[in-house]
């Protein structure tokens, strides 16, 4: 069975503060790593779309990095902001005409 | 106006009723999906297609129909609600394998 996995569920993090947190999958027929932001009552929009191990891609405050032969990709925030609460979720793609393999999410939450 | 649209945004209705959820995109892409997500779950695929004339089913397919009248319209039906049905249900299009996808805002239907 495949599966993703995000660390950790939630998170709380200081506004100022930097973070970052995991997506975990299958190392195997690896096509392309997916990230998106979801924010309460809105729907999820697409940060990045990483297809190369050792990728980073950056947008922003936001950068990701990926390792497909570990089968893990990090997404870090660089100071925190009260817009980036929202969860986050990575979704994995395993060959070009599969579908997604969504994670749960992580849930970030900012405090001012 | 949104480049994906979804419609009804809430929906009530009873055990055992039809009921349709409809969804189109301004995109021009090719792909589209129907995805449930229930609380604590990654999102799951019921649906997609590739093309007008292309339908394929997902993880969790049964309980419901669609079909793909255009390249923009991708509707999702539900042939006989039931209660375990309620969730927030997404339509999301694509370009190609690898581009993020475009989601719509969701429709929250809840079956009593």
Same mark, same amino acid.
């Given at each position: 069975i495949l599966n993703v996995e995000q660390s950790p569920q939630s998170l709380h993090v200081q506004e100022g503060d930097s973070t970052n947190f995991t997506c975990s999958f299958p190392s195997s027929n690896f096509y392309a790593l997916h990230w998106y932001r979801w924010e309460t009552a809105k729907s999820p929009e697409a940060l990045f779309v990483m297809t190369l191990n050792g990728d980073e891609k950056k947008k922003g405050r936001i950068s990701a990095t990926l390792n497909t032969k570990e089968g893990y990709s990090y997404l870090y925030i660089k100071? %925190?902001?009260?817009?980036? %609460?929202a969860t986050y979720l990575c979704a994995f793609f395993m060959d070009s005409n599969y579908q997604l393999i969504w994670g749960a999410g992580t849930k970030l939450i900012i405090k001012p | 106006d949104a480049d994906v649209t979804q419609t009804p945004r809430n929906r009530i209705t009873k055990t055992g009723k039809r009921i349709m959820l409809e969804c189109s995109q301004?995109?021009?892409?090719?792909r589209m999906y129907w995805y449930r997500q229930d609380p604590g779950l990654g999102l799951r695929l019921i649906y997609y297609s590739f093309d007008v004339k292309d339908i394929n089913k997902g993880e969790i397919s049964d309980g419901y129909s669609v079909s793909r009248?255009?390249?923009?319209k991708f509707s999702l039906s539900l042939e006989s609600a039931i209660p375990n049905q309620t969730a927030l249900y997404f339509c999301a299009t694509q370009s190609g394998s690898a581009y993020g996808y475009t989601f719509g805002s969701g429709t929250r239907l809840t079956v009593v």
């Open positions: 100071g %925190s902001q009260p817009e980036d %609460s | 301004t995109k021009g892409h090719d009248q255009a390249q923009a």
